[in-house]
């Protein structure tokens, strides 16, 4: 037991979680405090951030908050070098916050475009661009990009989101690569349908929860704490020959036929 518990402890690590106010971003987040990390939650709405942040701080857990608009390259970076001041170094870097903008086709705007991408993909490679120095410098660490089934399958009315994520599917193999060397790892968790606030059109509608439940071989949807054991899993040691990998987490929606 105890070998089981140093293999999936992060005891004196330090995290970055985005998108860590709500849903799977703070599921993420609190997963990796529980396991003994020292983590800084980061999300765009200050108040919601501040509040969750607070909660945790009361169950004696090492939280610690920092707003970032991160469709803004400049705050990005800044919260980047933040970590690292508070800190002095860096464990995990989970890239979780994500927007998505569904649209038909022809009226699909340039700016939800630039928003999805920004968001999405531009930002987790900023955060990699900033931290990675101090990752390389330590000989260890690992990033985990949040993508999704839509990394891998087709979806109606949202050109941009699929794009990002397949984008987002690609930047890990490629920062996998140049990372490696100096004993960093890079992989992507990637998410089927879950029950969160970006999926509430979905879940809000009998008919459509129902379709999206009979799709995966589990027959249910995804609930946060579901990635708990996941995202523990590709920060710690436990996954110390990892990495470069798509681990998806979709109840068995991506392998499902007939």
């Known amino acids: 037991m105890q070998y089981l518990q140093q293999l999936f402890s992060l005891q004196d690590k330090v995290a970055l979680v985005t998108g860590a106010s709500r849903g799977l971003g703070l599921a993420m987040a609190e997963a990796l405090l529980r396991a003994g990390a020292s983590v800084t939650l980061s999300a765009s709405n200050a108040q919601r951030l ?3 942040t607070e909660t945790l701080r ?9 707003a970032c608009d991160l469709a803004n390259g400049a705050q990005v970076t800044a919260l980047a070098h933040e970590v690292l001041a508070e800190h002095g170094r860096i464990d995990v870097l989970v890239n979780a916050a994500g927007i998505t903008l569904p649209h038909a086709l022809e009226d699909y705007t340039d700016e939800s475009w630039r928003q999805t991408f920004l968001v999405n993909v531009e930002a ?4 990699a661009r900033e931290l990675a120095p101090q990752m390389k410098s330590q000989r260890s660490g690992s990033i985990i990009n949040v993508t999704s089934v839509a990394a891998e399958l087709g979806f109606p009315d949202n050109p941009a989101y699929l794009a990002a994520k397949g984008a987002l599917r ?3 193999k490629s920062l996998a690569y140049d990372l490696g060397p100096f004993g960093v790892r890079v992989n992507n968790l990637g998410p089927g349908y879950f029950r ?3 999926t509430t059109f979905g879940w809000s509608d009998p ?4 379709a999206r439940a009979a799709r995966t071989s589990l027959g249910r949807w995804g609930e946060p704490c579901d990635l708990a054991g996941v995202v523990i899993f590709l920060a710690s ?3 110390r020959y990892v990495t470069a990998q798509d681990l998806y987490v979709d109840g068995g929606w991506l392998a499902k036929g007939l």
């Open 50 to 52: 501040a509040a969750v």
């Open 170 to 172: 690609q930047l890990t």
């Open 207 to 210: 008919a459509r929860r129902e």
């Open 124 to 127: 987790p490679f900023r955060l």
């Open 196 to 198: 969160t606030d970006m």
């Open 237 to 239: 040691n436990a996954s």
């Open 58 to 66: 009361h169950e004696g857990l090492k939280a610690s908050a920092h």
